[in-house]
């Protein structure tokens, strides 16, 4: 990875923080990109700072991701890939759920994904470059009172098939991985939300909320050192894969 360039979208905490460490640990430069610009300016102060670029960027709004994509490429003379990290999750039934609510995960998850990678994906044409989306274990689980994040996630690891598809000709390699029972504020706060409407402590929630054969909770290093090798050339001959990284909980 040494002197490669990626843009980690969501990089303000949790997994895209992890994903920055393990590519800068291995020699890359990392554009974090993230919708609260002042949380991304904070955790970059964890980086040397020739090898952090931190933007305030909405996934969401293309003139947006043109403007980050465009300015990495202008400071650092060209990109070499792309982790569509960021995301939303907002919990609720079926029956309760909000038609903005749904619209906003849709919009984060999958319509920020496809937006980045066809902005990267325009200049990574002209060299070969890798894209990792990160989906879930939902996409491929229907897990309750997420039928929204469930939906997205389900599109992303479709989009993630198409892309490959589409850009092999480009040398673009394309791929998804999905995680579950990652120990990161979003897990913290689906055990929150349960915490009322099952009448369990959110903390005994949250403690069985790890993958059965693991034994605890996914640590978000552990997903962005997958992330990093799917990124890498020695993962070529894995393409348009949706790759779980929850500790066995999917069997499929
Ligand atoms: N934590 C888990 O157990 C788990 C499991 C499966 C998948 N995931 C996925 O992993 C990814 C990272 O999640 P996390 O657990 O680190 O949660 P997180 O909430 O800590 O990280 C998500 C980040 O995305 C950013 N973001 C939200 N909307 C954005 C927008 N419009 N534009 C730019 N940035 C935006 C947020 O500010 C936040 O920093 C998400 O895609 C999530 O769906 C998490």
Known sequence: ???RRYIVTGAAGGIGS??????????????????????VGKAATNFDPTKVLPLSCDVTNEADVAAAV??????????????????????DTAWDAGAAD??????????????????VGSHLKERGGA?????????????????????????VISLTRSLAMEWAEHGINVNAVCPGG??????????????????????????????????????????????AFLLSDEALIIRGQAINVDGGDTPY
């Not at 465009?70 to 919990?91: C, H, K, P, R």
């Not at 990792?132 to 997205?152: D, E, L, P, R, T």
């Not at 055990?191 to 640590?219: T, Y």
Request: hydrophobic share 50%; with cysteine; glycine share 10%.
């Open 1 to 3: 990875m040494e002197g």
């Open 18 to 39: 992890a994903i920055t460490q393990v590519l800068v640990e291995q020699g890359a430069r990392v554009a974090m990109v993230d919708l609260d610009g002042e949380r």
């Open 70 to 91: 465009e300015t990495v490429v202008d400071t650092w003379d060209g990109i070499d890939g792309l982790v569509n990290n960021a995301g939303a999750v907002v919990l």
């Open 102 to 119: 749904w619209r906003r995960q849709l919009d984060v998850n999958v319509t920020g994904t496809f937006l980045c990678s066809r902005q």
């Open 131 to 155: 894209i990792v989306n990160v989906a879930s274990n939902c996409g491929k689980v229907g897990y309750k009172n997420m039928a929204a994040y469930n939906a997205a996630k389900a599109a």
């Open 182 to 227: 990652v120990d990161t504020p979003m897990l913290a706060g689906v055990a929150e939300w349960l915490e009322p409407r099952v009448g369990v402590p959110a903390a005994d929630l949250l403690a069985g909320m790890g993958p059965a054969q693991l034994g605890r909770k996914v640590q978000p290093i552990e997903v962005a050192r997958v992330i």
